[in-house]
């Protein structure tokens, strides 16, 4: 049972938008900036948004990040078919501890 | 380019030991505080262990403390993850990672290629 709830599923058609969600708590989220990885299957995770909304160099602007409160949120717009992936959100939480998300699978049709 | 190599991913019964390995290069190794993360097998991931820059702070998901040692080698730019008593539920890919900022503000920013750790009679 992962501490931040991510729906386990998401999926879009290319071009349009999607969002993906991450609920978590005043112990986590609540307190901490959020960051989004990126994992292919098979590879290793990629850093997509950190600190809330910072991309890192080399991520498209397509990928953008929001924080309010105790939840947060990925969006992808123009999807691709290379955007197929598995996102997780993450966050420090007050008991010393780096938290994720469930990750969330997302299909491209 | 900023490389993180681990090793050391073996089959082991339950009960057994293994140490894993995290070599780095093309960063001041030194000045980084890591982490340890893991990936069961169709699961997500899971945060293990952390260790400041000079190994001050070390700080170990509940589901290791105990069982699990990380320390560094900021001569040799490596990692380690010494895994005693090792589980079941410990199998998984290890991935090592570098963390910046602080706090409620980290994250990490750069991952190896990972591990396999499979506990099993």
């Known amino acids: 049972q992962s501490v931040l709830t991510q729906p386990p599923s998401a999926s879009g058609t290319p071009g349009q938008r999607v969002t993906i969600s991450c609920s978590g708590s005043?112990?986590?989220?609540?307190?901490?900036?959020v960051n989004w990885y990126q994992q292919i299957p098979g590879t290793a995770p990629k850093l997509l948004i950190y600190?809330?909304?910072q991309r890192p160099s080399g991520v498209p602007d397509r990928f953008s990040g929001s924080k309010s409160d105790t939840s947060a949120s990925l969006a992808i717009s123009g999807l691709q078919s290379d955007d197929e992936a598995d996102y997780y959100c993450?966050?420090?939480?007050?008991?010393?501890?780096?938290?994720f998300g469930g990750g969330t699978k997302l299909t491209v049709l | 380019e900023v490389q993180l190599v681990e090793s050391g991913g073996v089959l082991v019964q339950p009960g057994g030991s293994l140490r894993l390995s995290c070599s780095a290069s093309?960063?001041?190794?030194?000045?980084?505080?890591m982490s340890w993360v893991r990936q069961a097998p169709g699961r997500g991931l899971e945060w293990v262990s952390f260790?400041?820059?000079?190994?001050?702070?070390?700080y170990y998901a509940d589901s290791v403390k105990g069982r699990f040692t990380i320390s560094r080698d900021n001569a040799e730019n490596s990692l380690y993850l010494q895994m005693n008593s090792l589980r079941a539920e410990d199998t998984a890919v290890y991935y090592c990672?570098?963390?910046?900022?602080?706090?409620?503000?980290?994250?990490?920013?750069?991952w190896g290629q990972g591990t396999l750790v499979t506990v099993s009679s």
């Open positions: 990672a570098r963390v910046v900022g602080a706090y409620r503000q980290t994250y990490f920013d750069y």
């Open positions: 993450a966050a420090w939480d007050d008991s010393l501890n780096w938290v």
């Open positions: 600190k809330n909304n």
């Open positions: 005043s112990s986590d989220i609540g307190i901490s900036t």
């Open positions: 260790i400041s820059d000079s190994s001050r702070s070390i």
């Open positions: 093309g960063f001041t190794f030194r000045s980084n505080s």
